[in-house]
DNA sequence: TCATTAACTGTCG
DNA sequence: CGACAGTTAATGA
């Protein structure tokens, strides 16, 4: 990781949050604080029980956040690419992440410390509501997965999944951009590698996704979406 | 070329 | 559905 400081006036990310507010006056001086550097590719920047050091913001690239279950299992608990906020949920409460945050690609990311942040939520009234605004969304995504997990089997977790980074990142040349190994996507759908291969050759068998080395196409959506619709809504 | 890693398959509890 | 063993293919030192 190496010191670097880019401007935030140049930088394209539009939804980042920190660009978002960029017009307000007060927000300039803030922004000459931050952090940026790079982590490479499947480095870890934050530990799970680490003291916590402010927020990142990623410039570029895209992180996983994980969880350590007590057979030493991961759970991935969120993808993330540029734009997107890490580090939120143990920010002003606590002292340390209960999270770990690792690159899946080589990825540049800025750090706000903990007194900058504190400053910023204090006197930009702006940015402290659509931070609140994040937090309720987030916090309903996160109860949603909460039932996911508890009512879906395998195969519907992986197709979730897949209809997921295939929404989130997109599809170049009919693959989904992003670089996931069989044993992230177990990860994230809480199974082991074996049982999310199964389920990714079935999905092959089926004409509904292929698969050029790692990466994933989906060839079929509406049918994919079809498998999982009885969980998507609330009866 | 050999060694390591990841994708994949079969089978058992 | 998870765990283990074993095969195959790709990668890179």
Do not use: W
Not at 64 to 77: A, P
Not at 159 to 178: A, P, T
């Amino acid at each position: 990781m190496k010191d670097e400081n880019p401007v935030c006036d140049t930088c394209s990310n539009e939804n980042c949050f920190i660009k978002r507010h960029l017009h307000l006056p007060k927000m300039q001086q803030y922004i000459l604080r931050k952090q940026t550097f790079i982590c490479k590719k499947s480095n870890s920047f934050i530990k799970e029980g680490a003291l916590i050091k402010g927020l990142y913001f990623i410039c570029s690239g895209k992180v996983k956040t994980i969880k350590t279950g007590i057979n030493g299992r991961e759970q991935i608990v969120r993808l993330t690419k540029n734009g997107d906020t890490i580090g939120f949920r143990g920010f002003g409460t606590g002292k340390k992440y209960l999270i770990g945050a690792s690159a899946l690609e080589d990825t540049v990311l800025c750090n706000f410390s903990n007194e900058t942040m504190l400053e910023i939520l204090q006197n930009i009234p702006e940015f402290t509501y659509a931070l609140m605004l994040f937090y309720a969304d987030e916090l309903n995504k996160s109860e949603n997965n909460i039932r996911k997990i508890a009512h879906m089997n395998v195969r519907e977790r992986v197709v979730d999944l897949l209809l997921y980074i295939h929404r989130k990142f997109g599809q170049i040349d009919g693959l989904i951009d992003i670089e996931l190994s069989r044993k992230e996507i177990a990860d994230f759908a809480g199974t082991t590698e074996e049982q999310a291969i199964r389920v990714i050759s079935n999905l092959k068998k089926d004409m509904l996704i292929k698969t050029v080395g790692k990466k994933i196409g989906i060839l079929a959506v509406p049918e994919l979406r079809s498998e999982i619709m009885e969980h998507k809504y609330f009866k």
